[in-house]
């Protein structure tokens, strides 16, 4: 069986069934980012949605040295306890809160899957 962000990322045309099927089989989610011109592409892939966000607090930390976090947002898909957990996480890394922490849309949902957590956020 499909794990269900596999799942969604298949119908969607993100991941290609193949791939899917491996990912599913090997137990991994994918890790999606987007490029300047909103293209989404793989950043990881870890075991767990915990280690995703691990690593994406890792990224952020990373790539915000001698820069700031001015101010950030968090979306979901139907899961709040995962998205006031990375408000609490955000929030010791930038000293702040989010803008807003939303329900994302059904058409985000169709391609991230129920359960999804995303950040955005911008630095200076």
């Given at each position: 069986?499909?794990?269900?962000?596999?799942k969604?990322?298949?119908k969607?045309?993100?991941?290609?069934?193949?791939?899917?099927?491996?990912?599913?089989?090997?137990?991994?989610?994918?890790?999606?980012?987007?490029?300047?011109?909103?293209?989404?592409?793989?950043?990881?892939?870890?075991?767990?949605?915990?280690?995703?966000?691990n690593?994406?607090?890792?990224?952020?930390k990373?790539?915000?040295?001698?820069?700031?976090?001015?101010?950030?947002?968090?979306?979901?898909?139907?899961?709040?306890?995962?998205?006031?957990?990375?408000?609490?996480?955000?929030?010791?890394?930038?000293?702040?809160?989010?803008?807003?922490?939303?329900?994302?849309?059904?058409?985000?949902?169709?391609?991230a899957?129920?359960?999804?957590?995303?950040l955005?956020?911008?630095?200076?």
């Amino acid at each position: 069986m499909l794990r269900k962000y596999l799942k969604y990322m298949i119908k969607g045309g993100r991941v290609s069934k193949p791939k899917g099927l491996i990912a599913s089989v090997l137990r991994l989610n994918p890790v999606i980012s987007m490029d300047e011109n909103g293209k989404s592409l793989l950043f990881g892939t870890t075991f767990s949605q915990e280690a995703s966000l691990n690593k994406i607090y890792k990224h952020i930390k990373k790539i915000s040295i001698g820069k700031t976090v001015w101010n950030y947002i968090i979306l979901h898909a139907h899961n709040l306890e995962g998205a006031e957990k990375a408000t609490e996480k955000m929030g010791v890394i930038t000293g702040l809160q989010p803008i807003s922490v939303v329900d994302i849309s059904p058409v985000i949902g169709v391609h991230a899957g129920s359960g999804a957590i995303s950040l955005m956020f911008n630095q200076k």
